[in-house]
C-alpha cells in the first residue's frame, strides 16, 4: 500500500482524534521538521493498522459482518460489481478464489460442502424419528 499524505493525515487524526484537529491539523505535518514528522505519523498509521477497534471501523463507516461476506464484497468489487464476472473468476492463485460465493468449502460443520455425510444422516434420520413421535 502507498500511504499518501492525506491517508497517513487520516490516520493520525483516528489515533490522535481532537488533539490533532485542536493543533491544526495539517498545519503541523509542513513544518521544517516535515519529514520526521510524517515518519512519526506513518509509523502511527502503521500502528493503527495493526490496532482497528470496533468504535474505529464504525467511525469509518464499515459495519459488522461475516469474514465470507467481506471476502464476497472484495470479490465483487475486484470484478466491477458483476455477479457473474465473480463466478467466471479464473484468478485461482487469488487467496479469495475458494471464498468467492460466500461459502466456506473447507468447512467441517455439519451439512456444509466438505463437513461429515455420515453425522448429516444420522441428524436426518433424528428429525425423522422426532417427527413421526411427535403428536
Known amino acids: 500500500m502507498v500511504w499518501t499524505k492525506e491517508s497517513i493525515e487520516a490516520g493520525f487524526?483516528?489515533?490522535?482524534?481532537?488533539?490533532?484537529?485542536?493543533?491544526?491539523?495539517?498545519?503541523?505535518?509542513e513544518s521544517e521538521d516535515a519529514e520526521a514528522e510524517l515518519l512519526a505519523v506513518?509509523?502511527?498509521?502503521?500502528?493503527l493498522r495493526r490496532h482497528v477497534t470496533r468504535e474505529m471501523a464504525e467511525a469509518a463507516g464499515h459495519e459488522k459482518q461475516s469474514l465470507l461476506k467481506v471476502i464476497r464484497a472484495k470479490c465483487l468489487d475486484c470484478c466491477a460489481g458483476s455477479r457473474l464476472e465473480v463466478s467466471l473468476?479464473?484468478?485461482?492463485?487469488?487467496?479469495?478464489?475458494?471464498?468467492?460465493?460466500?461459502?466456506?468449502?473447507?468447512?467441517t460443520r455439519k451439512g456444509?460442502?466438505?463437513?461429515n455425510p455420515e453425522a448429516l444422516q444420522k441428524?436426518?434420520?433424528?428429525?425423522?424419528?422426532a417427527a413421526s413421535n411427535s403428536p
Open 42 to 47: 506513518e509509523v502511527d498509521a502503521l500502528e
Open 123 to 129: 441428524a436426518r434420520e433424528a428429525r425423522r424419528a
Open 13 to 29: 487524526r483516528v489515533l490522535h482524534g481532537e488533539q490533532f484537529q485542536r493543533e491544526g491539523g495539517t498545519a503541523s505535518l
Open 89 to 107: 473468476c479464473h484468478l485461482t492463485d487469488c487467496p479469495c478464489w475458494p471464498y468467492r460465493f460466500c461459502k466456506n468449502p473447507f468447512s
Open 112 to 115: 456444509k460442502p466438505g463437513g
